[in-house]
C-alpha cells in the first residue's frame, strides 16, 4: 500500500504531458521497482472474462485470471466494453496490484463502434482519404468514451484474392493507395495527441503478408518472394510507421518458413531496427500458442521463447508468457534484456495514453452519455456511406426519378443487421436502416417483396451463416410484383457475416439462389436495377451482367445502409466511389490484380504461345480504379513538363461535359524503366487526385512526381531510383490505355 502511494505522488497529474525524454525517465523510475514476473505480466494481454462490475470469480478459468491480475499479471485486456466496466477492471489494477500500474483496454474498432461505418474496403472505394480519416477520427471519439484507448486497426494487409473473407477490413490491392489509406486512419485514430481522452492508439496488422494466403483460404499458408515482401506488402506498413503508428500486431501466417510471431527479421531487423519503430508489437489472438500447430515450436514454453526473442512484446490470449517466460529468463534462455526492452515499450505506450496521469481518464460516463451515438457520428456515417459506392453499371436508369412506378424486391431489401458488415463488435443486430426505409422517403408508397429467403439461424460473429439453397418460398409472388412496375429494384448479395475473419469462399457468386432468381428476373424484366450489398469483389455472370439496367455496388454500408443507397439511387449523391480491388470475372482467374508483373509473353499473338487463359479472356469485368458517376467527363492530352532537378510535372484538364455536378478521380498510373534490380509491374498507381467539377466546368489537375516517386526495391530490400523510359497515363482507371506520354529519367 505505502509503495502504490509512493508511486501515486510520483505520478500527479500534471497540465501537459512531459516530453518524450521524461517518459523514458519515468519508465526507469517504474522498471527498477518492478520484478521479473511484475515485467512479464505487463507482457500478458487476457480477453474480458468475467463481468468486473459483479460478483468476483469463485472458480475455473476466471477466478485464475482474476488472481493473476491482482498479482500485476496483467498489461492489457481486449472486450471489456463500458465506463463502468472499464473503470472497475482499471480500479484492480491500480488500486489492488503491488505498483498500481493502469491497463491498456483494447477493442476491434474497425469500421465504427456503435455508429457503423462502411467497411473498410468500402471506404477505401471512396477514394477520399479527408473523409477516411475523419471516419476513424469519429470512431476514437465514440469508442474512447466507452472506456477503449486501442483498436486494433487498420488493417493495411494487401490482397489480390477476394475469396479471402479479410480483403473487406483492408483497402484493396494496391500499395500505393493502401499506403495513402494507412496514413489517414492512423491519424484519424490518433489525432495530434494520444493523451487527449478522445483519441485511441492505432495498431498496423498484421505484420506481414496475411493477405497472400494461399487459395484465399484464412489462416493459411503463405508463401512469397522477399521481392513481392518489399514492393507489394511493407509499403503500407512503412506508412503506417511514419504516421506514428502505436503499435504493430503480428500475422497469423509465416513468412520464409517463420511463423510471424517469432520471426526476428520481421520484428527485430525490419521494423525495430531498420524503421526505428519505438512502439509495442501484439500478436494476434492465440498465435504463439499456433506456432505448435504451424510444426515451429514443441511446446507453449518454446513458443513463448521464440516469440519474446524474436520481439514480440505482448502475448494475445495465449498465456505463453504469463505461464513459462520468467522460467525462461531464470534459466538463461532468454535474456532479461529482452523483457526489459518489451516492458519499456509496453509503458511507453501507457505514458503516451496518460494511464500514469490519470487512469480513468476514459471513465468519463457524462462524456459516454453524450457521446455514443450522437447526431454528429450519424451525419458523418451517412455521408461516408454515399461516398463509398460505386456505380458499376448504368443503361441510363439512374438516377430513378420521383414520379417512377418501382418496386423493391430481393433478400436484402428489409433487411436490419446483413449490411452492418463484420468487426462490429460492440453494435447490435438489427441497427442497420432498410433499404425499404430508405427508398420510402422517396416513395411512400413503395411496394416491396423479400422473394426468397437468403439465409437463416444464428446471425453472430462465432458462427457461420446458414445459406438458403432449396426453399423458393416467395419467388413467384416476388416476380409477380416485379414485372407489375415499370423499374424493379433489387437488393442481394452477402451477409455481413459472410465476410471478414474465417469466412472465406471458394466461390464469389452471389450465395444461395440468389444468382438463379436474378437469372430469371432478368430474363423478364427489361429494367432491373441492382443494390449490390457486399464484402468482397463478387462475380456476376455475363449473362445476368449484361441484361442489368444498373448496378450499384453498395459494399456493406452500416447502420445508414438504406438511406444512403436511396439518395445515390436517386441522385441526391451523385456516385463517386471507385473500385480499389479488381472484380474478377472467374475464380479461375484469382489471384488477380491490375499491377501484376507481365512476364516475358505478355501478348496477344496469333499463336497460343503467350500468358492467357484458352477459354477466357485474361481481362476482368471491372478493373482496379473503375466507376461510373452520373456527369460525364473528358480529358485533354496531357502535358509533360522536365524540371533539371530529376523531378516531373504532368498536368492535364478535365472537362465535366454533363449537366450534373459531380467528382472524378483523376489516377496517375506508370510503367517503370527496365532495371536489373527487378521487374516491375505493366502498370502502377503513383498518385490520385480528386476533382469536384460543377456542371460544364473545367479544371486543371497537376501530379508532381520525383525521384522517389519512381523507385522500387530489390529483393534485399534496397531502394533504386528509375533510370530510363517512363510510361505515364492520366486516366479514370487502370485499364484505360488513352492519355499516354513517355519521358526519360538519367
Not at 519505438?278 to 513458443?303: F, N, R
Request: aromatic share 8%.
Amino acid at each position: 500500500m505505502k509503495l502504490r502511494l509512493l508511486l501515486s505522488l510520483f505520478f500527479l497529474p500534471c497540465a501537459s504531458l512531459v516530453s518524450a525524454q521524461n517518459f523514458e525517465q519515468r519508465i526507469d523510475s517504474v522498471m527498477r521497482l518492478m520484478t521479473l514476473d511484475e515485467k512479464i505480466g505487463q507482457m500478458n494481454q487476457f480477453n474480458g472474462f468475467w463481468n468486473a462490475t459483479g460478483p468476483v470469480p469463485a472458480e475455473g478459468n476466471s477466478l485464475e485470471r482474476y488472481e493473476i491480475l491482482r498479482k500485476g499479471g496483467v498489461g492489457s485486456v481486449l472486450n471489456v466494453q463500458g465506463v463502468k466496466e472499464v473503470r472497475a477492471l482499471q480500479k484492480i489494477a491500480v488500486e489492488q496490484t503491488r505498483l498500481g500500474i493502469p491497463l491498456i483496454f483494447g477493442c476491434d474498432v474497425i469500421h465504427g463502434y456503435k455508429t457503423l461505418t462502411p467497411i473498410p474496403l468500402a471506404e477505401a472505394a471512396s477514394w477520399d482519404l479527408q473523409a477516411i480519416e475523419k471516419s476513424a477520427r469519429n470512431g476514437a471519439t465514440e469508442a474512447s468514451a466507452a472506456g477503449i484507448n486501442w483498436t486494433f486497426a487498420p488493417m493495411v494487409d494487401i490482397s489480390r484474392d477476394p475469396r479471402w473473407g479479410r480483403v473487406m477490413e483492408g483497402a484493396g490491392e494496391d500499395p500505393y493507395l493502401g499506403a495513402r489509406i494507412a496514413t489517414a486512419r492512423v491519424r484519424g485514430f490518433q489525432g495530434d495527441d494520444l493523451s487527449a481522452p478522445n483519441t485511441i492508439a492505432a495498431c498496423a496488422k498484421h505484420f506481414a503478408g496475411y493477405g497472400y494466403v494461399q487459395a484465399g483460404r484464412d489462416y493459411h499458408h503463405t508463401d512469397f518472394s522477399a521481392y513481392t515482401l518489399y514492393n507489394n506488402i511493407l509499403p503500407p506498413f512503412k506508412a503506417a510507421q511514419e504516421a506514428g503508428v502505436a503499435t504493430f500486431m503480428n500475422a497469423f501466417t509465416a513468412y520464409n518458413g517463420v511463423p510471424a510471431s517469432a520471426d526476428s527479421f520481421l520484428m527485430r531487423q525490419i521494423l525495430k531496427k531498420d524503421w526505428a519503430f519505438k512502439g509495442m508489437v501484439v500478436s494476434d489472438w492465440g498465435s504463439i500458442q499456433e506456432m505448435m500447430a504451424h510444426g515451429y515450436a514443441a511446446s507453449l514454453q518454446e513458443a513463448a521463447e521464440l516469440a519474446a526473442l524474436a520481439g514480440c512484446d505482448m502475448d494475445m490470449e495465449s498465456m505463453a508468457y504469463v505461464r513459462h517466460l520468467a522460467d525462461a529468463v531464470r534459466q538463461k534462455r532468454v535474456p532479461e534484456a529482452r523483457v526489459n526492452e518489451a516492458v519499456r515499450r509496453i509503458l511507453r505506450l501507457k505514458f503516451a495514453l496518460g494511464l500514469f496521469d490519470d487512469p480513468y481518464r476514459y471513465c468519463d460516463e457524462e462524456r459516454e452519455a453524450t457521446t455514443i451515438g450522437s447526431a454528429t457520428l450519424h451525419k458523418d456515417a451517412l455521408e461516408m456511406a454515399k461516398k463509398s459506392m460505386v456505380l458499376l453499371e448504368n443503361k441510363g436508369i439512374l438516377p430513378l426519378q420521383l414520379n417512377e412506378d418501382v418496386v423493391l424486391l430481393g433478400a436484402l431489401a428489409n433487411d436490419r443487421t446483413a449490411p452492418l458488415g463484420n468487426w462490429r463488435v460492440s453494435a447490435d443486430n438489427g441497427t442497420a436502416i432498410p433499404l425499404t426505409t430508405g427508398l420510402q422517403a422517396y416513395f411512400p408508397d413503395l411496394r416491396w417483396a423479400g422473394g426468397p429467403v437468403a439465409w437463416s439461424g444464428i446471425e453472430a460473429f462465432h458462427a457461420p451463416i446458414q445459406v438458403n439453397e432449396t426453399d423458393t418460398t416467395g419467388w413467384a409472388g416476388a416476380m409477380a410484383l416485379a414485372l407489375s412496375a415499370k423499374t424493379a429494384i433489387v437488393a442481394l448479395g452477402e451477409h455481413g457475416y459472410q465476410s471478414g475473419e474465417g469466412r472465406s469462399r471458394a466461390s464469389i457468386h452471389l450465395p444461395g439462389l440468389q444468382e438463379a432468381f436474378l437469372r430469371a428476373l432478368v430474363q423478364q424484366h427489361p429494367r432491373v436495377v441492382l443494390v449490390l450489398f457486399a464484402g468482397r469483389p463478387l462475380i456476376i455472370p455475363d449473362d445476368i451482367r449484361t441484361k442489368l439496367g444498373a448496378l450499384l455496388l453498395a459494399w456493406q454500408p452500416g447502420t445508414h445502409a438504406g438511406d444512403a443507397v436511396a439518395a445515390v439511387l436517386l441522385g441526391d449523391h451523385n456516385p463517386s466511389g471507385r473500385l480499389p480491388m479488381t472484380f474478377p470475372r472467374h475464380e479461375g482467374q484469382i489471384p488477380m490484380a491490375y499491377n501484376d508483373y507481365t512476364g516475358g509473353r505478355p501478348g496477344p499473338s496469333k499463336e497460343v504461345f503467350w500468358s492467357q487463359y484458352n477459354d477466357l479472356p485474361n481481362s476482368p469485368v471491372y478493373p482496379f480504379g473503375y466507376g461510373l458517376s452520373y456527369s460525364t467527363f473528358t480529358y485533354s492530352v496531357p502535358k509533360l513538363q522536365q524540371l533539371p532537378n530529376g523531378k516531373v510535372v504532368l498536368s492535364v484538364e478535365i472537362t465535366n461535359t454533363s449537366q450534373v455536378a459531380g467528382t472524378e478521380t483523376v489516377q496517375l498510373y506508370a510503367k517503370l524503366p527496365a532495371s536489373k534490380h527487378g521487374i516491375s509491374p505493366g502498370r502502377q498507381l503513383l498518385d490520385f487526385q480528386q476533382l469536384p467539377l460543377a456542371a460544364g466546368a473545367t479544371k486543371k489537375v497537376v501530379f508532381m512526381l520525383t525521384p522517389g516517386s519512381l523507385a522500387h526495391f530489390d529483393a534485399q530490400g534496397q531502394k533504386h531510383l528509375a533510370k530510363g523510359k517512363v510510361t505515364a497515363w492520366l486516366v479514370p482507371n487502370s485499364a484505360d490505355v488513352a492519355n499516354s506520354l513517355t519521358f526519360v529519367i538519367d
